[in-house]
């Protein structure tokens, strides 16, 4: 099983809809994060969360929420989809030391938003 | 100006060559230099992360840090078709607080057979 597992792989849906994508992970970190990858544009943070306590936004938060429900478990929701959120969705986790050590992620969501 | 720099591609090689890919950054601060590789349709993965200056090697690649230049390179020695990937730079300061890692847009490498 892999250690950082993303729910669905792929999913479309409609403007206006909610949406949530699921994050789960067997490495033990208390650190997980979630990203979003453009063409040209690179990576993006969008949540990130250092325990289950804590929830901090990143670079681009707005449209966005997350849910941290346990050590394990991190969802990012969709409110009210737009097409400019069609994008590939990782989620990403890390120990204490990810800032040296780098992240672990997942294998990704690719959302399409019509 | 962003704090990571690096040239997006497309680079294409023959197999067999000596390829290499870097970035640039700003922030003298930043300490921790990372590679990664990430495939079509999947996340990246950790390659190689070096601390400061200098070298460091690992089978076919070396990952190359200059901070005097504020400057990173990942040479791979011996190109296989099996390199065919994306190559995200990723840095950070030293801080135990905060998301620290800033990547780089990533550079897109195929090598042809």
């Known amino acids: 099983d892999a250690d950082v597992t993303q729910t669905p792989r792929n999913r479309i849906t409609k403007t206006g809809k909610r949406i949530m994508l699921e994050c789960s992970q067997t490495?033990?970190?208390?650190?997980m994060y979630w990203y979003r990858q453009d063409p040209g544009l690179g990576l993006r943070l969008i949540y990130y969360s250092f325990d289950v306590k804590d929830i901090n936004k990143g670079e681009i938060s707005d449209g966005y929420s997350v849910s941290r429900q346990a050590q394990a478990k991190f969802s990012l929701s969709l409110e009210s989809a737009i097409p400019n959120q069609t994008a590939l969705y990782f989620c990403?986790?890390?120990?204490?030391?990810?800032?040296?050590?780098?992240?672990?992620f997942g294998s990704g969501t690719r959302l399409t938003v019509v | 100006q962003k704090e990571v720099e690096q040239d997006p591609g497309p680079l294409s090689v023959p197999e067999g060559a000596i390829v290499s890919l870097n970035c640039t950054y700003s922030?003298?601060?930043?300490?921790?230099f990372m590679w990664y590789r990430q495939y079509s349709r999947k996340g990246p993965e950790l390659l190689m992360y070096t601390y400061s200056s200098g070298n460091k090697e690992d089978g076919r690649f070396t990952a190359q840090v200059d901070k005097s230049s504020k400057y990173i390179s990942l040479f791979i020695r011996d190109s296989q078709p099996s390199d065919s990937a994306t190559y995200l730079c990723?840095?950070?300061?030293?801080?135990?607080?905060?998301?620290?890692?800033?990547f780089g847009k990533g550079t897109s490498l195929l090598v042809t057979p």
């Open positions: 990403a986790t890390s120990d204490f030391r990810g800032f040296s050590y780098g992240y672990t």
């Open positions: 922030n003298s601060a930043f300490q921790y």
């Open positions: 490495k033990g970190h208390d650190r």
């Open positions: 990723a840095m950070s300061a030293e801080s135990n607080s905060g998301y620290a890692l800033n």
